[in-house]
């Protein structure tokens, strides 16, 4: 009765103790402004690539705070790092900075990495 | 008196240091590439010998560019510099002449006063000792400079001097004891025997009234010996090996060898030509607009020399120019940064003794190859023929007024035009270029190659300077590529756009990738002058700071951007202009973030100024009377 009759779909399950959050303390300890952003969305909104194909930076922040890389680095390599997003950002994060630090992060855990 | 054992080190470390530089230069000659190897040898069997030997003596010797930058500074290597290469010339003259025979070994021409003790006492003899004197006196004006330049810079005008390593260290000591030493050997020989001139044979006399001045002067002469040897041999190892790289350096630089994108023996010959002389930390906007004062040039050189990790070095740079257009030996700085950053991940080598002497050239990692292209979702397009593209760039796109001013000129003028990225395009690739992602950049260079063919325009125009280098440089296009102010002032100079002038006062700020990127200079201020009043600062042209937004840096935040352009604000509008111009998407936008004074881009000053075409014929038009509204 731990659940109280609910359940929650498998793909929804968000595991904190198994995810691997050590790329988002890498960028956090390399670019601070990381922290600081507050998921609006402005740098989706404006990005070059993402007027060509499914990439969304805040999507991506949102999957390195909670450690699912697979889909990260899955998406991560299409960013053209033409900076628009850094411009728009309300909250001053260095995303291309940002973006950097991920792949070299990356680069150690996936083959495939840029 | 042919020989005293006190010469010996100097001996060791003359020939030691001349067989190492003829094996350095053999090195270097075979690490160029073949076209470099005839470049160079058709330079130096060719004409620009004679430039290369000018240079040689305007630059290494008196230290022109130097004197330029600040007056005292090149005061203190030229004593250096060009006072040592005299008293090396005249001592050996001195020797030659007045010698006991010709043609002497080097050792007795440095140490010529303790074999000829009783030289200088009257007539030619005299005169030449007062010379010798005159010049070591002139060295020694310049050590005194140089000693009280390392505690306090700004007495030779400089806000910064650079921080040296332990080994630069002793070889300074040791080649700061080199003229002192000297001075005391002198003056004890001179006092003993009664001769020498105003400084020497003064000092000589004085020292010999309360000192055994016979016994006094062979401890000397040993130290100017030893302190002569330990500098030779130290060179190779340490900042001063700038010495011998820069005659090198200028010979090939002057038989037409250019950097490029490619490490090689060209950028280890610059590498090692930095003499750590601080001009690029005082001219960079980081250190002081910022405080960051550890990544400058001489620095990112250093580090490449010592085989440190650069990577943080390299990608802190606003790779604004700044220090390529001052550099006094002409190195060109921010080549080496790209390559740097294109390097990846610095591989760090084992620091043996004869891996300090004999260094590997800088390794460049080769490109990933095999692996997916990362940009495969951007689909091939079909764009509709054209006579001119208009690429705004991705920056120009957060700026909509310079892409409305910029439609507006180009419907004004009538030409038959394409708006390319008009629902966004793809990024030009210089910012992953940037980056060091060359691979990458390539993709994107080649996808937009691939449009602009399409398309059979035969003029490509551009409002993103960062666009415009890189469509410059990198892309391998049939179409003559132009900046809009390039455009604007074509169309200017045809006739085919009429503009009003209006009497406000308007400064102009050079972007970094067009003015010292790309030596666009003169077309902008043209145009500024058909249009509005342009004032003159101290921030033109080559001198134009950085407004701090540069997609170049990766590190800093936008604090430290803010006062970057702050700083940049204030140098450009000391003469209270109306309106402050670039011709810059994203300088517009940084600037304007730091200012109150209305930033524009040329573009939108100029479709302001447009004449509206011809309003009289509308009223005579028949049609035009007729769909006029009744009042």
Known sequence: ?114 | MQFDPFVIPFNVGLYFILIYAVVRSVIWFRGLSRPDKLRLQRGFFGRSFGQSIREIFMESLIHRRIFKASPRLGYMHMSLAFGWFLLILFGTLEADIFGEKHLNPPYKAIFFKFFNPDHGRSGLEAVWAFLMDFLLAFILSGLLLAVIKRVWSRVVGMKKTTKLKALDKVAMLSLWSVFPSRLLAESFTSGAYGTGSFLTGSLGSWLSSFLPAHEMAYPFWWLYSLSLGAFFILLPVTRYMHIPSELFLIFARNSGIRTGDRAGAFTEMQIYSCSSCGICIDVCQLNFSTGITNIQSAYLLKGIRNDKDVSDIAFNCLMCGRCDQNCPVGIELTPIRMIQRRAGEPQLKAKSLLKRYFPDNPVVQPLKNGTEPAFAFLKPQEPEKTDVLYFAGCMTHLTPSIKNAMISILEASGVKYTFIDKDGGVCCGRPLMLAGQTKEARELINFNSELIWKSGAHTLVTSCPICYKIFKESYYLDVEVLHHTQFIKDLIDEGILKLNFSRKKVTYHTPCDLGRGSGVYDEPKEVLRHVVRLQKTDADDENAPCCGGSLGNMKINHHQRHKIAVDAVRMLTVKDPDILATSCPLCKKTLAAATGTRVADIAEIVAEAIVPADPVKRFTDPLHRMKQPVI
């Open chain 1, 1 to 114: 009765m731990d659940k109280f009759g609910f359940t929650i779909l498998k793909a929804r399950h968000i595991n904190y103790d198994a995810n691997d959050k050590s790329v988002a303390e890498y960028i956090c300890e390399h670019e601070p402004t990381f922290r600081v952003c507050i998921e609006c969305g402005c740098c989706t909104a404006t990005c070059t690539t993402g007027n060509f194909t499914s990439l969304s930076l805040r999507e991506i922040n949102i999957l390195i705070k909670r450690g699912e890389l697979a889909r990260v680095n899955e998406n991560l390599k299409k960013c053209m790092l033409c900076g628009k997003c850094t411009l728009v950002c309300p909250r001053g994060v260095n995303t291309r900075n940002v973006i950097t630090l991920a792949r070299e992060a990356l680069k150690n855990k996936f083959k495939d990495a840029v």
